[in-house]
């Protein structure tokens, strides 16, 4: 598969991985489309109940209408069939057409002013439907302006970039790597030497793992058109020309150095005797001009001197001559210091022999921009130090002749170095830094040699998985720890209240009292008197007497009859309805702090990190920098995945004269037509507390019935 790497801007730094993040932060659900209130209409009850009120009220006019309408039509009747005279039936039908008159006119006034109230509410309720529904438009106008600020904001954090680059800071020209599998290293490798391939740059890879770490490097340069030199060591050590050429203090110093790695790490014996030794034994073998000194001939030289051997076998090789045997041997005698020698030179030759065949089969090579030489399986224990100390230190002597160049311009990769020992590295790291060569060291395990020299100098210092304990341990002390503000106490006290009340009253009232009485009286009378009357005359005058009779007859008849109808009618109604809702909250938060120092990252996050994961750390001007990358190099390949740093990227200048914060403006993503935020635009609609006016998407706008249907929140009882 071929991965595809994005240049960076700076081609002089080393990228390591790529670390996760989103600047632009994720817009959440999108917003709730409003719920149409609960639109208002004439009640039918209200109506029914108004109507039943009016009926009750009308009953005793209805009534007093029929009975003079029927009164009116018998009267008429009996005066026309002649059973009651004309004038007395004229009399009752003028007065029941009054009666009728005055009940009928009254149920049309009741009956109008009924439909003028069921016109006024249907009014009411008109506004008030026109009311809701123009605020309806200035909600939905809202959310649409809300959707799509959602939708540009959605947009942009699904096109941002979400791998930005880690890279080893500017100034550093060493990166340590502690910890980490063969498959972690692979992957770091691979995306670091990569970049800087693609940047130009050269690449040397000594693999001392035994692991076939740089296969996946080697397939990648293959696909990207570089054909790589590969050794792999003790079967190429024929082919291998590094350390030939070297006059006789380095070779000797080369020597010395290779023969000592079965020391014990940190031991302070003298090499002194050790590189007199080699720097004799090569001023003999470089007697002859027609022969360049190699390692095989130096073996050959040790086992004559030591007396290993017939020196007549090296002879008839070819690797000395017979006069430089001769030499070798005369040149110590067999006194007590002589023989430690003699026993010291056994000591070398039995070292320096598997670097015998190194440079003895040596053919022209066209030059590369990837070297890798890398350490078999077959080499064994003491065969893998020596051979990774030989690569080590005649790399060493060649930085030391090369002139200064770019940082990281040529980086060199030594996996596996916890086998080298401690002064090895140094002269290593000390050559790297005079010619500016970019150098990367990864350690399988943390031990003293390496702890000390972890972060030496001004190098970045980046931790992969840590199997051990005491090695997590140890890198958990080396990032470091800081001082924290942590809550030692909490107390929270919330409170809600709340009350919802309806209340419906109706109360209706009707009264109806009819009172009839009727009196009829008869009585009859018969009077009658009879007088009789004598008178003489009087005595003193002479008269004539008299005589007088009377009768009276009387008789009385009377009839009487009264009638009298009263009604009373008392109606009362009242209609009403009451609601109320109240809502109360109350929160008291009390938070209690204290300092408290913490490692920066615990030892078990460093024990069960990722294969490819790897935490970066380094001195910068605003303290020491943790940075957790991910050195997987399918993440190269990937679209959302850019060289720039997560540092560059923020600092971008943007694209819109508006936008703050130094972020850019996402691709994808359109510009605001104006520097007005989206809060006061969305100040300018009609608010839901505000007057609503009337606002329409129909004129102009498109349809605001955007994003998820919403639930129906309504605290108020549903009324049909």
Same mark, same amino acid.
Request: glycine share 10%.
């Given at each position: 598969m071929l991965i595809v790497f994005a240049m960076s801007p700076n081609v002089n730094r080393l990228l390591v991985g790529y670390q996760y993040a989103t600047p632009q932060p994720e817009p959440g659900p999108p917003p709730r489309r409003p719920t149409p209130p609960e639109q208002e209409r004439l009640n039918p009850d209200w109506t029914a109940a108004q109507r039943r009120e009016e009926s009750r009220l009308n009953r005793p006019l209805k009534g007093a209408f029929g009975i003079a309408v029927?009164?009116?039509?018998?009267?008429? %009747?009996?005066?026309?069939? =002649?059973?009651?005279?004309?004038?007395?039936?004229? /009399? %009752?039908?003028?007065?029941? !057409?009054?009666?009728?008159?005055?009940?009928?006119?009254? &149920?049309?006034?009741?009956?109008?002013?009924?439909?003028?109230?069921?016109?006024?509410?249907?009014a009411r309720v008109g506004r008030m439907r026109a009311a809701q529904e123009s605020r309806l438009f200035a909600w939905q106008a809202e959310h649409a302006t809300r959707m799509r600020e959602w939708q540009e904001l959605r947009v942009a954090y699904e096109r941002q970039k979400r791998w930005y680059a880690v890279c080893a800071p500017d100034g550093v020209h060493r990166v340590d790597v502690a910890g980490g599998t063969l498959s972690g290293w692979s992957a770091m490798l691979t995306t670091a030497a990569a970049n800087r391939l693609a940047a130009g740059g050269e690449i040397t890879v000594l693999d001392l793992t035994e692991g076939s770490v740089a296969l996946d490097l080697i397939g990648f340069a293959r696909a990207s058109g570089i054909d790589p030199l590969v050794w792999v060591l003790p079967d190429d050590l024929p082919r291998l020309d590094l350390g030939n050429g070297q006059g006789r203090d380095a070779l000797a110093d080369l020597l010395s150095q290779v023969a000592s790695v079965a020391d014990e790490q940190g031991s302070a014996r003298d090499l002194s005797l050790d590189n007199a030794i080699l720097e004799r034994v090569i001023d003999v073998l470089a007697g002859n001009p027609l022969r360049q000194v190699t390692v095989a001939a130096v073996t050959a030289g040790l086992r004559a001197l030591a007396q290993v051997g017939d020196p007549r076998d090296d002879v008839a090789a070819g690797l000395i001559t017979a006069g430089q045997a001769d030499r070798l041997t005369a040149m110590f005698g067999r006194a007590a210091t002589d023989r430690v020698v003699l026993e010291r030179a056994w000591v070398l030759e039995s070292q320096l022999r598997k670097l015998a065949p190194a440079g003895t089969a040596l053919v022209p090579l066209p030059r590369s921009a990837l070297r890798v030489a890398a350490l078999s399986p077959r080499a064994g224990v003491v065969g893998s130090r020596v051979l990774g100390t030989y690569l080590t230190v005649a790399l060493t002597h060649l930085l030391r002749d090369a002139e200064p160049g770019q940082p990281w311009q040529h980086t060199l990769f030594v996996l596996g170095a916890d086998k080298l020992r401690g002064?090895?590295?140094?002269?290593? $790291?000390? !050559?790297?830094?005079?010619?500016?060569?970019?150098?990367? /060291? !990864?350690?399988?395990?943390? +031990?003293?040699?390496?702890?000390?020299?972890?972060?030496?100098? #001004?190098?970045?210092? !980046?931790?992969?998985? &840590?199997?051990n304990a005491e090695d997590a341990k140890a890198a958990s002390e080396q990032i470091g720890t800081e001082h924290r503000f942590v809550l030692s106490q909490l107390t929270e @006290?919330?409170?809600?209240?709340?009350?919802?009340?309806?209340?419906?009253?109706?109360?209706?009232? %009707? =009264?109806?009292? #009819?009172? @009839?009485?009727? +009196?009829? $009286?008869?009585?009859?009378?018969? $009077?009658?008197?009879?007088?009789?009357?004598?008178?003489?005359? +009087?005595? /003193?005058?002479?008269?004539?007497? $008299?005589?007088?009779?009377?009768?009276?007859?009387?008789?009385?008849?009377?009839?009487?009859?009264?009638?009298?109808?009263?009604? +009373?009618?008392?109606?009362?109604?009242?209609?009403?309805?009451?609601?109320?809702?109240?809502? =109360?909250?109350?929160?008291?938060?009390?938070r209690a702090l204290q300092r408290s120092r913490e490692f920066l990252v615990e030892q078990h996050e460093l024990q069960q990190l990722p294969a490819s994961a790897m935490i970066m750390t380094y001195a910068g001007p605003a303290g020491r920098q943790v940075v957790l990358a991910d050195a997987n190099p399918g993440i190269g390949g990937l679209g959302a995945a850019t060289a720039l740093t997560l540092e560059e990227f923020r600092g971008r200048p943007t694209a819109s004269p508006g936008g703050g914060g130094g972020r850019p403006t996402p691709r994808g993503v359109r510009e605001e037509k104006s520097q007005q935020s989206p809060a006061a635009a969305r100040g300018q609609v009609a608010g839901r507390d505000d007057k609503p006016g009337q606002v329409s998407w129909r004129q102009g706008r498109p349809p605001p019935n955007l994003g998820p249907p919403p639930a129906r929140l309504d605290w108020r009882k549903h009324r049909s």
């Open positions: 029927a009164l009116s039509a018998t009267a008429l %009747a009996l005066g026309v069939v =002649g059973s009651l005279d004309v004038l007395v039936a004229g /009399l %009752a039908v003028v007065c029941c !057409a009054l009666v009728a008159a005055v009940s009928g006119y009254a &149920l049309w006034q009741g009956e109008r002013a009924l439909r003028s109230r069921l016109a006024d509410e249907r002064d090895v590295l140094d002269r290593l $790291s000390d !050559a790297c830094e005079r010619s500016s060569t970019g150098l990367v /060291l !990864a350690y399988r395990s943390i +031990s003293s040699h390496v702890r000390q020299r972890l972060g030496r100098g #001004n190098a970045a210092v !980046a931790f992969m998985r &840590l199997g @006290t919330i409170g809600v209240s709340v009350t919802d009340t309806t209340s419906s009253a109706y109360t209706s009232t %009707a =009264g109806s009292a #009819n009172s @009839t009485a009727t +009196s009829w $009286s008869h009585s009859e009378g018969l $009077s009658r008197s009879t007088g009789h009357g004598h008178s003489d005359g +009087s005595l /003193l005058l002479p008269s004539r007497a $008299s005589f007088s009779r009377s009768v009276q007859t009387g008789d009385s008849h009377s009839t009487s009859k009264s009638e009298s109808v009263s009604a +009373s009618v008392s109606t009362s109604t009242a209609w009403g309805m009451t609601t109320s809702k109240a809502t =109360g909250d109350s929160e008291t938060l009390a």
